[in-house]
């Protein structure tokens, strides 16, 4: 699974889609799955949100195969390769119509409330689903878009067949995905949670929406912080060295920074969609710094392997990386003895837990930040190293399932939660409690005593 739930796969879906920030778009969801996913990258980009409103015109004994697609302004779109491979009559299809059209219009009437569209004469309107399979209704929403004045059109989903913009045509000017993987059977196959989105939930995603002043996005990927209200930015300035470590035929970039009198080194394995940029890794990395310890902070993948989304979401491979990084860094001079711990996020916390059961791995410690530590597999009793598991308290399927990791573990762990937190541990203070829990647990673990008996 790529994607908790279709809130997750909408921030990740936004960052691939930053340079249409601060421009004039308009996000536009498909109903209802859609929408969920539309939210979290209208926050994101701090643009409007509304619905397209198109229905599925699904074949009558097998309605999860689309045959075709309706939506506002009688556009209509049909798929003739599925209605011939399937036989479908053309009463048949008429009757599957009026009965969506029906549908379509008394959604319209409960979503808005009364509420007109949003213009999108002259905008950029970016269209965004839960994924593509068919492609119908997804063809039929840019057209509706394109009917209604759009001057230009983004198609944007988290996941899609390879083949997916040949499927397209020309109804879009853009398409954006993050992911095309070879084996795609059906959308949901790549979300943890991909439960029927309800009328009541696009209602409150839309109401949430108009509700957000314009203006008020967060500082990049978060909000500013508490005290003197730094922002994640300024989280960068620390001492360091860019590092290159040589893997093979690979060549990986990172950061390197080993304070004076450093008691061990940590080194970040980031999260899907991440990289050794990432402002919360940063920002967690300064407080460790400041903390007395040092942090690497690197990329697992070459510019061109991350063109393979695939390779994005290989525990083993990332595992691997992680693995030969922390060889590299144990031959540092300014690293010389130093005891080595993993702070893992999102999905890359499974990559840190595999990599620390490795049987020489010699890890003090590890910390997971909102993790997917399920990623590890059968390696996870196998992990030797004292493992803190830090959840937000609103990010609920994460703590179920780090709960459900927590109980396959044999060595000293302990389950920390954020009350409050949700995923990205956006609120305010959140992240800084992330990374207090993170250095104490660090620096206990990291003591001289505590480094003797990690196998140093």
């Not at 994005?312 to 491979?317: A, I, K, R, Y």
Request: proline share 5%; with cysteine; hydrophobic share 40%.
């Amino acid at each position: 699974m790529l994607f908790m739930d279709r809130r997750d796969a909408g921030r990740q879906l936004a960052g691939s889609l930053r340079h249409l920030e601060g421009t004039e778009v308009v996000v536009v969801g498909l109903p209802r799955g859609g929408v969920p996913v539309a939210a979290a990258v209208a926050e994101a980009l701090n643009a409007p949100l509304d619905v397209c409103l198109v229905r599925k015109l699904g074949v009558p004994f097998h309605s999860e195969l689309g045959m075709g697609a309706i939506g506002e302004g009688g556009v209509r779109v049909i798929n003739d390769d599925v209605v011939r491979m399937t036989g479908v009559t053309e009463d048949e299809l008429a009757g599957v119509e009026a009965h969506e059209r029906e549908v379509l219009d008394s959604r319209a009437r409960r979503y808005r409330g009364g509420r007109a569209p949003i213009g999108l004469e002259g905008r950029t309107v970016l269209v965004v689903d839960d994924g593509v399979a068919t492609g119908s209704t997804a063809r039929a929403a840019c057209r509706i878009a394109r009917a209604r004045g759009a001057a230009r059109i983004v198609l944007a989903v988290p996941v899609a067949p390879r083949d997916w913009t040949e499927r397209m045509g020309s109804d879009a000017d853009d398409y954006v995905c993050p992911y095309t993987p070879r084996d795609f059977y059906a959308i949901g196959q790549f979300y943890v949670d991909f439960a029927q989105t309800d009328d009541d939930e696009v209602v409150a995603c839309l109401a949430e929406a108009g509700d957000r002043p314009a203006g008020s996005r967060r500082t990049r990927s978060g909000p500013a912080l508490d005290g003197d209200r730094k922002t994640y930015e300024e989280a960068d300035n620390v001492a360091g060295r860019d590092a290159y470590i040589q893997l093979g035929s690979a060549t990986l970039r990172g950061r390197l920074t080993v304070p004076e009198g450093a008691a061990g080194v940590v080194v970040f394995a980031h999260g899907s969609g991440s990289s050794r940029h990432s402002p919360r890794n940063r920002f967690v990395a300064a407080g460790l710094n400041r903390a007395g310890l040092g942090t690497l902070l690197f990329d697992l993948l070459t510019e061109e392997e991350e063109a393979d989304r695939a390779n994005v979401f290989d525990t083993g491979l990332l595992a691997g990386r992680l693995t030969d990084a922390t060889g590299w860094l144990r031959e540092q001079p300014e690293c010389e003895g130093l005891a080595v711990g993993y702070f893992g996020a999102s999905t890359g916390a499974g990559a840190a837990l595999w990599s620390a059961a490795e049987p020489d791995a010699r890890i003090a410690a590890v910390v997971s930040r909102g993790g997917r530590p399920d990623l590890a597999g059968p390696r996870l009793p196998e992990v030797t190293a004292p493992t803190l598991l830090v959840v937000g308290g609103d990010d609920l399927q994460v703590l179920d399932l780090n709960r459900a990791a927590q109980s396959r573990l044999h060595c000293e762990n302990r389950l920390a939660v954020v009350p409050g937190a949700t995923h990205l541990f956006d609120e305010t203070g959140a992240l800084e409690r992330v990374t207090e829990l993170a250095g104490a647990w660090f620096t206990d673990h990291m003591t001289p005593a505590a480094h003797a008996t990690a196998g140093f």
